[in-house]
C-alpha cells in the first residue's frame, strides 16, 4: 500500500487562506471595512456625545462645576485651562451647584549639569495642584460640604541659558504647558468621579 506524497497535501486551513488570497480586491476591502465598522462600534469616547458610560449627561455634569478664582499667574492660566477643558470654550457657568476650589504650585529640578561650568542646561518644570470639589453654598455660617478631593501634577522641560530672560520665558511656557496636562488629569479624575457617583447634584441628575 502506497502513502499519499505530503509534498501534495494541503490543509484546510492554507487552502482557504488561498482563496481569501486570491478574492478580488474589492472584494477583501469590503471584508476588511466590515470588520473595522464592527470594531469601530466596541469602542467609545468617555466624553463622546452618543456614549452609553458618559455623553451628554456627562458634559453636563461637567457644566455644573464653578471653578473658583486661582491665585497667581499660573492659577489664572489653569483656570482658563480647567473653564475650556470642562465647558468646551462655554465660559466659567454662573450659579452652578458644585464649585472646584484649586491650590497650585510649581518647582524647577535641575537634570542636566554642564561638567565644565557647573550651571544647568537642562531643567524639569513641575506643576501640581491639589482640588476640592464642594457643594455651593450661599449660607457662609454653615460648614463647606465636600464631595470629593484629588491631585494631579505635570511636567515639563526647559533648556536653560546664561540669558536670564530667556530662561524667564522658557519658565513661563514650560509652566503653561504643565498646567494644560494638569487641568485634563484634572478632567478625567471628575469625569471618572461623576460616572462613578451619577447622583451628585447637577442639572443632569
Not at 466596541?42 to 449627561?57: D, H, I, K, R
Not at 489664572?76 to 472646584?100: C, E, M, V, W, Y
Not at 484649586?102 to 554642564?114: C, K, L, P, R, Y
Request: proline share 6%.
Amino acid at each position: 500500500m502506497s502513502l499519499p506524497d505530503p509534498s501534495t497535501q494541503v490543509s484546510r486551513p492554507a487552502s482557504r487562506l488561498g482563496r481569501l488570497a486570491r478574492a478580488p480586491l474589492a472584494a477583501r476591502l469590503a471584508l476588511v471595512c466590515a470588520l473595522s465598522g464592527a470594531l469601530a462600534g466596541c469602542f467609545q469616547p468617555l466624553y463622546a456625545e452618543n456614549s452609553t458610560v458618559g455623553g451628554p449627561a456627562l458634559m453636563d455634569k461637567f457644566r455644573d462645576v464653578d471653578v473658583i478664582e486661582i491665585r497667581g499667574r499660573l492659577g489664572n492660566d489653569l483656570r482658563n485651562d480647567l473653564i475650556f477643558a470642562l465647558t468646551g470654550g462655554s465660559g466659567n457657568p454662573k450659579g452652578a451647584p458644585l464649585q472646584l476650589i484649586v491650590a497650585v504650585d510649581t518647582s524647577a529640578s535641575t537634570a542636566i549639569v554642564n561638567s565644565s561650568s557647573g550651571l544647568p542646561e537642562n531643567q524639569v518644570i513641575r506643576v501640581t495642584a491639589n482640588w476640592r470639589l464642594v457643594k455651593t453654598t450661599d449660607d457662609l455660617k454653615k460648614p463647606v460640604v465636600v464631595v470629593t478631593t484629588g491631585a494631579a501634577s505635570g511636567t515639563a522641560t526647559i533648556d536653560t541659558s546664561d540669558q536670564r530672560f530667556a530662561n524667564y520665558s522658557a519658565t513661563m511656557d514650560a509652566e503653561k504647558r504643565a498646567a494644560r496636562s494638569v487641568a485634563d488629569q484634572i478632567k478625567a479624575q471628575l469625569g471618572a468621579f461623576f460616572i462613578r457617583n451619577p447622583s451628585v447634584p447637577g442639572s443632569a441628575s
